[in-house]
Nanobody
Framework: QVQLVESGGDLVQAGGSLRLSCVVSGIDFREYDFGWYRQTPGKSRELVAYVTRVSVTTYGDSEKGRFTISRDNAKNTVYLQMDELNTDDTGTYYC??????????????WGPGTQVTVSS
């Protein structure tokens, strides 16, 4: 069974930093792209950052320049370094595998997510 376990979320003040981790098990991690998504109550999940199997990265407009997505294939882990946090970054963060950036199909069941709350 595939498992996605997110961690690293916390309550932080605006301007601070966090590093999120997504540990993946049950698949050949190297074969898949992964994205980080943010969800707030009543809204769909929004793409925050994306990394391909060859480490090409894409970011949402508001995340560009502040967030960095990376992957460690030896550890089956994808990271999201979040700097210069602001209150709009608040939400529950999830990761999932995809075939491509344009695909809306998530390959696996969602994990528990990790909560990020940014206070002013």
């Amino acid at each position: 069974q595939v498992q996605l376990v997110e961690s690293g979320g916390d309550l932080v003040q605006a301007g601070g930093s966090l590093r999120l981790s997504c540990v993946v098990s049950g698949i050949d991690f190297r074969e898949y792209d992964f994205g980080w998504y943010r969800q707030t109550p009543g809204k769909s999940r929004e793409l925050v950052a994306y990394v391909t199997r060859v480490s090409v990265t894409t970011y949402g407009d508001s995340e560009k320049g502040r967030f960095t997505i990376s992957r460690d294939n030896a550890k089956n882990t994808v990271y999201l370094q979040m700097d210069e946090l602001n209150t709009d970054d608040t939400g529950t963060y999830y990761c999932n595998g995809q075939w491509s950036l344009s695909s809306t199909r998530m390959l696996y069941d969602w994990g528990p997510g990790t909560q990020v709350t940014v206070s002013s």
